[in-house]
């Protein structure tokens, strides 16, 4: 969901995923790196791995806010907005549930 407060500001709230699954996934491929290591080794891949993770949500929210900004300059203050990835075969699924809760969809 992206939102405009009443200053204008974009801000971005990912409400699809629960938990920092790229951190656990980079955490667990980082210790099973530094295995061979031994413990040590696991331990500051199982580290170094969840940085590498945390560091790719941040770059995937910074990618969402730019979208956001680019695409949604017309959204006014105190708004909210969906951004949705929709399977073209449910493209007229989706069009007619936004219609139903009063909102719109584009392409």
């Known amino acids: 969901m992206v939102a405009r407060d009443l200053d204008g500001k974009i801000s971005v709230k990912d409400i699809t995923e629960e938990g920092h699954g790229t951190i656990g996934a980079g955490a667990l491929i980082g210790g ?15 580290g170094a791995g969840a940085l590498f993770g945390w560091s790719a949500e941040l770059v995937n929210e910074e990618a969402v806010t730019e979208f956001a ?18 399977a073209k075969d449910l493209a007229s699924t989706f069009e007619n549930l936004m219609a139903a809760n009063a909102g719109t969809a584009s392409a």
């Open 32 to 46: 099973l790196a530094g295995l061979a290591a031994g413990p040590l080794g696991a331990a500051i891949g199982a």
């Open 69 to 86: 900004d680019k695409h949604l300059g017309g959204l006014a203050p105190g708004r909210r907005a969906i951004i949705a990835e929709v």
